[in-house]
């Protein structure tokens, strides 16, 4: 195999990747200039396995999409809808503490929990919200809010973010989910959200998120109009907070979904396009513990592929996907336990549940 990816010109990256010494941007435009997905696999694999040998994650998680409601409205979300509108919804504390009341017959150990940025409900509700779901589910483990959330939720608190954080931990928040990260690039963001925190802001909170111990993901929504040194300005700005701070548990690539968006006239992304930004994400994210092939957007088949090309993890059951199915997913809402576990046994992995933090619950 080592003759054939020097054949392809990637004799340089190998050695690198052997000798675990970091790439470069330049090295990264080498593979995502390629259409060898074989070598970027295998590649990519040496990372996958030197830091997760065999095994390969998934949670029993459930998603809670509180309000669809938004006064960002960007241009690549289907979701998001101004207030008034038919189709906008917004639950009560009661309405998601009766959410995860339906499901506490099933093994749920994690809440991913996340909403528009709503312009009238009040930081009490956020609090409640999560004290609801603890007062149901006492040991579950709640992920919600992602950066661009917190920072709303600071202004609505009147507080720093440092001691928003302290408050919401205090009721019951474990990490946040790494959503909103978009693409940093200013260019990306006044293309397709001009109205969402800045890049340099979603980082800030990260930072901040992790001094206060809060671990958090980070993701990057692709397969839009971002150019590839877009793509690689943003896995190096994550890159280095990871250096500093060491707060990251999980990247996940996300596949953009044209369909019901101000987007609807770009082509859905490819299975070459998802291989690629795994592979090239666990290459160039050498800092990383993990890296997540989320089933919901690029497909299960996809994401079993995907386990030999950089990933390590499939995230979990879901249950009620809402975000990616307004934008046209075409896959379940929710996938079996016994799914997942066949999925990944199949690709020749050790498939383990595990908690929001990596511990592992059971070996299958
Ligand atoms: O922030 C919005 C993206 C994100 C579309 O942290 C879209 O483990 C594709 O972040 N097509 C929310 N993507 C989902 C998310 C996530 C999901 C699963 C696990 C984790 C984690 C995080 O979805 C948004 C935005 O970047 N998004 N619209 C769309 N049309």
Redesign the pocket.
């Known amino acids: 195999m080592d003759n054939y990816i020097e054949q392809a010109g990637f004799g340089k990256i190998l050695e690198k990747v052997r000798n675990q010494e970091r790439l470069t941007l330049e090295d990264g435009q080498q593979l995502y200039n390629s259409s060898d997905i074989l070598a970027l696999g295998y590649l990519a694999n040496i990372v996958r396995e030197r830091v997760n040998k065999n095994d390969a994650f998934f949670i029993y998680n459930q998603h809670v999409n509180y309000s669809n409601i938004c006064t960002n409205l960007?241009k690549?979300?289907?979701?998001g809808r101004e207030k008034g509108h038919e189709l906008a919804y917004e639950m009560t504390v009661a309405d998601v503490k009766e959410k995860v009341r339906e499901r506490l017959d099933e093994p749920i150990t994690e809440i991913?929990m996340?909403g528009g940025i709503h312009p009238e409900l009040p930081f009490s509700y956020y609090v409640d919200s999560l004290k609801a779901i603890k007062e149901v589910r006492p040991d579950v483990h709640i992920?919600a809010f992602?950066c661009v959330e917190i920072h709303h939720l600071a202004t609505l608190a009147g507080k720093s973010v440092g001691d928003t954080l302290e408050v919401l931990k205090e009721a019951g928040l474990g990490s946040l989910?790494?959503?909103?990260?978009?693409v940093f690039s200013p260019r990306i963001r006044n293309l397709t959200c001009e109205r969402k925190l800045p890049g340099d802001q979603w980082l800030e909170v990260a930072r901040t998120a992790h001094q206060h111990g809060l671990r958090t993901?980070a993701?990057m929504?692709y397969g839009h109009v971002e150019t590839i040194e877009e793509r690689l300005e943003h896995l190096d700005a994550l890159r280095k907070l990871q250096d500093e701070t060491g707060g990251f548990l999980?990247f996940?690539p996300?596949?953009?979904?044209?369909k019901n968006?101000a987007m609807s006239d770009l082509s859905n992304t490819t299975g070459m396009n998802d291989l690629k930004n795994i592979a090239v994400s666990r290459l160039m994210l050498d800092n990383f513990p993990h890296i997540?092939a989320?089933w919901?957007?690029i497909g299960p088949k996809t994401a079993q592929v995907a386990l030999s090309f950089g990933a390590d993890d499939m995230?979990g059951t879901v249950k009620e996907e809402v975000?990616?199915h307004m934008?046209g997913a075409e896959t379940a809402q929710a996938l079996g336990h016994k799914t997942l576990i066949r999925l990944i046994k199949e690709a020749g992995r050790t498939p383990i549940e595990r908690d929001t933090l990596y511990n592992v619950l059971a070996t299958f």
């Not at 989910?177 to 978009?182: F, I, L, R, V």
């Not at 996300?254 to 044209?258: N, R």
């Open positions: 960007c690549f979300c289907a979701f991913h996340v992920q992602t989910p790494g959503g909103g990260a978009e993901n993701t929504l999980a996940i996300l596949a953009f979904h044209p968006t997540k989320y919901v957007m995230d975000i990616t934008a």
